[in-house]
Each structure stands twice: as C-alpha cells, then as structure tokens.
C-alpha cells in the first residue's frame, strides 16, 4: 500500500512530523502482545522498528524513517504488513 491508502486505512499523519500513526485495538493483552510479538520479528527482518507503546488491549504505533526524517517505503511496507497481521486476529 502507498501512503494514501495506508490514510484510507485507518492510519493518521502525525502532527508536526512526517510520520504515520495507527492504534490497533484487540480482544485483550495476550492478543495484543502476540500481535506486538509477531510484528517484532518482521521490524527485525526489515531492519525497521516501530516507535510503539501498549496498554492492555491497544497499541500504539507510530512510524517514520528517523534517517530520512520521513515517511519511506519501509514504512507503508511495515504499515501493511501490520494491517494484514491485525486483521488474521
């Protein structure tokens, strides 16, 4: 997905920077961690890591390219691949 469709998608610009954010919202903790889990190991392959928090059944993810101080296509690939993980929940 590119970053408009990733806008369609549920996903937001952050305000005062060039950065994507979503929270994704599951049955309860364990399904969120496994779900953080998961998207750990893909950040790892990609070289790519999320700024993210969690609290119980909701994580916050936010993303940007620190070394373009942008959005990149390593973004909107880690930003799909979050959003189709979330949907097989």
């Given at each position: 997905m590119?970053?408009?469709?990733?806008l369609e998608n549920g996903w937001a610009?952050?305000?005062?920077?060039?950065?994507?954010?979503?929270?994704?919202?599951f049955k309860n903790f364990r399904k969120a961690f496994a779900w953080m889990s998961e998207m750990a190991m893909w950040a790892e392959k990609m070289d790519h890591h999320p700024e993210w928090s969690n609290t119980y059944n909701e994580v916050i993810v936010t993303l940007q390219t620190?070394?373009?101080?942008?959005?990149?296509?390593?973004d909107t690939k880690l930003a799909t691949r979050m959003d189709a993980a979330w949907r097989e929940i």
């Open positions: 590119n970053k408009a469709e990733l610009m952050v305000q005062g920077r060039d950065a994507l954010n979503k929270t994704f919202r620190h070394t373009a101080n942008g959005i990149t296509e390593l």
